[in-house]
């Protein structure tokens, strides 16, 4: 009893956070169709497919600057760089966006602009992962009405594949076990009060969802919580 009062105190105050019934999960799924991912969690196909967008698939756009947002310089080896303007719209873009971590871009290339204008442009690469395919559209949708960047062209690479993930799995998930580990504990009493909260913030996955349901009616509430916490 003590054990148990310790642990309904020490996460009191995430419950307070809000009392609600999440919308109900398809708790008539007894076995668990997804992916076997080598960090050991159970995705669907459409959250699998979610984290190879976000996680895996490498995105690079070439851009070219005009000199009102950046200057081009060249390093002590002669290669030449993009030196962008800090205060520039673009480059505050980016940082937030791209993660970009210098104003200073030294991937360039030269490209001949088509087969008939045979001018050659200096452009930079940029390459950047952890977006998924609609932020990726609204980033380059975003720097195209921008001000002193021009957009050449575009890659998408996945690393690695989909079939690297292996076929789908069937599995029945452990009763209390949302963090995947194969025990439960306190850290899956925390992320249920968590998401019972506010799931807006804090997601499950389908597996974790259908691994808190301790009491199989089908809706995530408080009272899976106090039942999860009567398995610790």
Request: net charge negative; with cysteine; charged share 25%.
């Amino acid at each position: 009893m003590k054990k148990l009062k310790n642990i309904l105190a020490g996460i009191s105050a995430v419950i307070t956070l809000g009392v609600m019934t999440v919308p109900s999960i398809n708790a008539s799924a007894v076995n668990f169709k997804g992916y076997f991912q080598n960090l050991g969690i159970y995705y669907t196909e459409e959250e699998m497919e979610e984290v190879i967008q976000r996680d895996y698939t490498k995105r690079t756009i070439c851009v070219n600057f005009d000199e009102s947002i950046s200057e081009m310089t060249t390093d002590e080896n002669g290669n030449i760089q993009f030196v962008l303007d800090v205060n520039s719209e673009v480059y505050k873009y980016m940082v937030d966006s791209l993660k970009l971590i210098s104003n200073v871009l030294t991937e360039t290339r030269s490209l001949s602009i088509s087969d008939i204008e045979m001018e050659e442009k200096i452009y930079a690469e940029i390459s950047f992962k952890g977006v998924t395919d609609s932020e990726y559209t609204e980033i380059l949708n975003t720097l195209r009405n921008m001000e002193g960047i021009n957009l050449w062209y575009i890659t998408m690479e996945e690393v690695p594949m989909r079939a690297d993930f292996g076929e789908p799995v069937d599995i029945e998930p452990l009763s209390g076990d949302l963090s995947m580990d194969g025990k439960v504990n306190i850290v899956d009493a925390v992320k249920l009060a968590k998401y019972n909260a506010d799931p807006t913030a804090f997601p499950l996955l389908t597996y974790s969802q259908l691994a808190a349901d301790i009491n199989g009616d089908g809706e995530l509430t408080n009272a899976d919580l106090v039942a999860l916490i009567q398995m610790i």
